[in-house]
């Protein structure tokens, strides 16, 4: 072949994959006139504040959110709370977006815009009546915004839209990922104890108090640093989890049981093991009044809950019968050992003399 030949054939390969392009991304099919835009569901805006299920399928993924008294849980994790940001983000998007340009409605194309065997199935109902329901295909991620691809349930068109954010089939992606979250200045110790029978015990006198102690320190040993104890007591600020599953799903013996205590009377205990090089932890709460009302107990906790018994309660419902699975690193500070906190304390250096 010669180079004016190999010349021909490549341009010809060049716009033949250029009219390709063009036929996906700028299809108006052969009819005459050119699809008007709009909003993407045209009564969504009334419909979203009744929706009570959102179903989102993808191949062997799924994911099914239901509306309940409390907010939205999970029905694929036993209704566990779902990200409620996440939903309203999702239904807002819905009543929001618009049909920026039409595309293909040719169905051999549609692989190509990820609306063929890759396509997110998305319904959303309310009580039996299904109020919307559309493919969701590929994402534009643009320097401002993102545009996707979606096909709407009985159209034969396949439209770019705005304002849906990135949605997800994977039922992972919609937990309420943080299950626990105390203030610092409200933990007033915790009693961590393995299964050979060795206890860490962490304390401090009061919330204005920087640092915790640990128990039982011996005069030739010191703390690895000064606040190597409040690690463990503090664990509990802010605790978020990878998964959660029923417990009955993920049966462990504890490798440790650590329970923290607060000034103002709520306990949390926590069951940790390390499994297949994954932390579980199952959960517990309560409230013990006589606590917060002491005359030893603080006389100002900002921080408390108005309702201790309250919130050891709304803890105790979200916890029960269920395992989560914990980041290694806040397992492991969880459950410390008194080894891992302390060190040998060096020996004072002679003074030379005078």
Known sequence: MTNRQTGILGVATLVAVLAALWVVFSDHGNGPETPDGGPLLA???????????????????????QKTEGGWGIAERGGFPADANKVRGLLRGLARSERLEAKTDNPALFDRIELGEEAKMLTARAGETAVASLKIGKRQLLASDAKTFVLVNGEDRAWLVSELPDISAE????????????????????????????VTEISRPGPEDANFDLAGLGEDEELNYAGAASTVAAAITSVRMEDVVAATEKPFEADATAVFKTFDGLT??????????????????????????SETAPEAMPDAAPDGQAEADRL???FAERAFRLPRFKAEDMIRARGDLIRPKPEPEDTPAN
């Open 316 to 318: 105790s419902a979200l």
């Open 171 to 198: 039922a992972d992606d919609w937990l309420e990922k943080e299950i626990l979250a105390v203030a610092r200045n409200r933990i007033a110790g915790v009693t961590v104890t393995h299964t050979d029978g060795a």
């Open 268 to 293: 949390v205990t926590a069951e940790v093991a390390e499994i297949d090089e994954e932390f579980w932890a199952r959960f517990g709460a309560a409230y013990d009044a006589a606590v917060a009302e």
């Open 43 to 65: 009564d969504f805006g009334g419909e979203a504040a009744s929706v009570d299920t959102v179903a989102i399928t993808k191949q062997d993924a799924a994911v099914t959110l």
